[in-house]
T-cell receptor, first 115, second 114 residues
């Protein structure tokens, strides 16, 4: 079946603008995760959804970052007043139920560049 | 703070060699450990997942081991091929984190020279 998809694949924006990044998880997966990967670093956790609710948002760096998953499938990561330091690859992953023994399946990422 | 470290940061080997990538983590209270592969400009592909109760997992030419008590894992690649060239990431699911967020190392960039 189809894997995790993310759109857009690349996004260039200007400092101060608002951006939305979209993630389509594997069909039927209730757990969804957002990570951020800066150049030369491993991915860092941002937020975890179980169904429609954010079960853990402890990785969001500040209140400019917000994510939603209103119907328990597609998720949108929203960044307000973007800063150059927000430039990174934003990765989305999903897993069947969010259990501790599950593999997380990653999408290709959205490369965000803030000028 | 729970951390994952990967050594070396980069590795270059001639085709056909066997090689070992290392991963260490700071807390032995884990649910599992995963090894991923990342190609340039691409997302992550899961290679192997080792549960905390397991000592190793194998898939084809790949073998991953886990020693929880010492906080170490290794990824062994047999008979390396140029197509194995990629960045290999180790990720740990710590059981004290409160949710199922993976903690990643910075990766080892592998180059297999034909």
């Amino acid at each position: 079946g189809a894997g995790v998809s993310q759109t857009p694949s690349n996004k260039v924006t200007e400092k101060g603008k608002y951006v939305e990044l979209r993630c389509d998880p594997i069909s039927g997966h209730t757990a969804l995760y957002w990570y951020r990967q800066s150049l030369g670093q491993g991915p860092e956790f941002l937020i975890y959804f179980q169904g429609t609710g954010a079960a853990d948002d402890s990785g969001l760096p500040n209140d400019r970052f917000f994510a939603v998953r209103p119907e328990g499938s597609v998720s949108t990561l929203k960044i307000q007043r973007t800063e150059r330091g927000d430039s990174a690859v934003y990765l989305c992953a999903s897993s069947p139920t969010g259990g501790s023994g599950e593999t997380q399946y990653f999408g290709p990422g959205t490369r965000l560049l803030v000028l | 703070k729970q951390e994952v470290t990967q050594i070396p940061a980069a590795l270059s080997v001639p085709e056909g060699e066997n090689l070992v990538l290392n991963c260490s983590f700071t807390d032995s209270a884990i649910y599992n450990l995963q090894w991923f592969r990342q190609d340039p400009g691409k997302g992550l592909t899961s290679l192997l997942l080792i549960q905390s109760s397991q000592r190793e997992q194998t898939s084809g030419r790949l073998n991953a081991s886990l020693d929880k008590s010492s906080g170490r894992s290794t990824l062994y690649i047999a008979a390396s091929q140029p197509g194995d060239s990629a960045t290999y990431l180790c990720a740990v699911l710590f059981s004290g984190a409160g949710s199922y967020q993976l903690t990643f190392g910075k990766g080892t960039k592998l180059s297999v020279i034909p």
